[in-house]
């Protein structure tokens, strides 16, 4: 696979490869309830079958969650923003495409800032519980992005299906997915070196 130029248009997912959100709800969720989890309990991206509350309760307790926290209540995760910075000083165009609601589109943007100390192009794909409104492999061919760093087993896969390369960062929601396009690593220090090989 060649590269037209001297970047990559990559994609990027926001929460599980960036930002450690789902350790800051259960943080949230543990002030709210009394009840502790972990991340290894999630073996798909639901939260309401490990609560034990209906799929309505679930969104109301996230978005309760979206409007109360600060960025520094949603720490990032390990060597990302070294490895964006990485990537961004190698000369490539990083497009942010989350499917958080694009209605806390301004607390996204002041995340990124806080952390990277820069701004990203950043695309809401749809409204996460609800639905998303384009997907996120719609996205990519139409900005001829050809890789994505993401965490969703069901993103990745579409995304796959659609020529799209993928680096799978490994979760406990994410084991059963597989294709000829997706890339699994462990970590963001594997996974810029994986996007080395694909600039090959």
């Known amino acids: ?32 309830t009394g009840k502790l989890h972990s991340k290894e309990e999630f073996k798909e991206y639901k939260w309401w079958p490990v609560w034990g509350v209906s799929r309505e309760e679930a969104i109301k307790i996230t978005d309760e969650f979206h409007e109360a926290h600060n960025v520094k209540d949603i720490k990032t995760i390990e060597n990302s923003i070294k490895g964006i910075n990485l990537l961004l000083e190698k000369g490539d165009n990083l497009i942010v495409i989350t499917a958080r609601p694009i209605r806390y589109k301004q607390k996204v943007e002041e995340w990124i800032y806080f952390y990277l100390g820069k701004k990203l192009e950043i695309i809401h794909s749809g409204d996460f519980h609800k639905g998303q409104a384009v997907s996120k492999s719609e996205i990519c061919n139409n900005l001829g992005i050809k890789a994505i760093l993401e965490d969703s087993g ?42 080395e090989i694909l600039r090959e």
């Open 1 to 32: 696979m060649s590269w037209i130029g001297k970047g990559m248009n990559i994609g990027i997912d926001l929460d599980e490869v960036i930002a450690d959100f789902m350790s800051a709800l259960l943080n949230f969720y543990y002030k709210k």
């Open 154 to 195: 069901e993103t990745a896969l579409d995304c796959a299906k659609n020529g799209i390369r993928v680096i799978l960062f490994d979760k406990p929601w994410n084991k059963k997915f597989k294709h000829e396009n997706i890339i699994r690593v462990k970590d963001w220090d594997e996974a810029i070196k994986k996007i």
